[in-house]
């Protein structure tokens, strides 16, 4: 089913698991939705921001969800020592309306190594979720990790965050999250997301 993309266009990238291809459920499509905007707006339990191994700022995403959350998030930031690529760690959201910031740090995108940049994104969405769950976090919405300034390709991103967040939905602590929401800003992330939602989330 990879193979049906739209005519024309580039074939899904994607070598993950065994819900490559899944079986569609109202029940999980339910629980996901797609949205193109601001994610500092958001009042969900968690956001992801796509931070940086220092954990200390930066632009992006990054950048925004600071300025948003105010001087407070980067004090405390301080304080983490920094997280490992593929990994995550959660903050209060300060002046932000969510109640929670997941820093979770992409991979820079490696060509050469498609495979292990594939696996840190990956672990980026389900370590995520499980500090999320963790911390009683039912509702979180995800930036597109890694798609801006660490060059992640969106149409491979896309399906890795959907892959990971439906093989987390389907496992043992699936049913304690109620709703993830992938946060789009450009185009090509829109764009990516529409095409592969599809697959991953099938309509009922
Ligand atoms: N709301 C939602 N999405 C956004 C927003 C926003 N306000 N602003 C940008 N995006 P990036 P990375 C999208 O570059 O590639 C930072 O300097 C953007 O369109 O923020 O993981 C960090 O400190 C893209 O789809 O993160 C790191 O050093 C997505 O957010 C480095 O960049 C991620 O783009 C991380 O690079």
């Given at each position: 089913k990879l193979e049906a993309a739209p005519p024309g266009s580039k074939p899904i990238r994607t070598r993950l698991g065994p819900d490559k291809i899944p079986e569609p459920s109202k029940a999980?499509?339910?629980?996901?939705?797609l949205l193109r905007g601001d994610i500092t707006t958001l009042a969900?339990?968690?956001?992801?921001?796509?931070?940086?191994?220092?954990?200390?700022?930066?632009?992006?995403?990054?950048g925004a969800i600071?300025?948003?959350?105010?001087?407070?998030?980067?004090?405390?930031?301080?304080?983490?020592?920094?997280?490992?690529?593929?990994?995550?760690?959660?903050t209060n959201a300060y002046e932000l309306p969510c109640k929670k910031v997941i820093h979770a740090v992409g991979p820079v995108y490696d060509p050469i190594h498609h495979d292990r940049s594939e696996a840190s994104l990956v672990s980026c969405y389900i370590e995520s979720l499980k500090l999320a769950v963790k911390n009683s976090c039912r509702t979180i919405a995800f930036s597109g990790i890694s798609t801006g300034v660490y060059g992640y390709p969106s149409r491979d991103a896309a399906p890795a965050a959907l892959s990971?967040?439906?093989?987390?939905?389907?496992?043992?602590d699936g049913s304690k999250i109620d709703k993830?929401?992938?946060?789009t800003f450009e185009r090509k992330d829109v764009d990516a997301y529409?095409?592969?939602?599809?697959l991953y989330f099938p309509p009922v």
């Open positions: 999980l499509n339910d629980r996901v939705a969900v339990d968690a956001i992801v921001n796509a931070a940086n191994r220092s954990l200390l700022g930066g632009g992006g995403v990054d600071h300025r948003a959350a105010g001087p407070e998030l980067y004090q405390e930031c301080k304080g983490l020592g920094g997280c490992p690529t593929g990994q995550a760690k959660i990971a967040v439906r093989h987390f939905l389907t496992g043992h993830v929401v992938f946060v529409d095409e592969a939602i599809p």
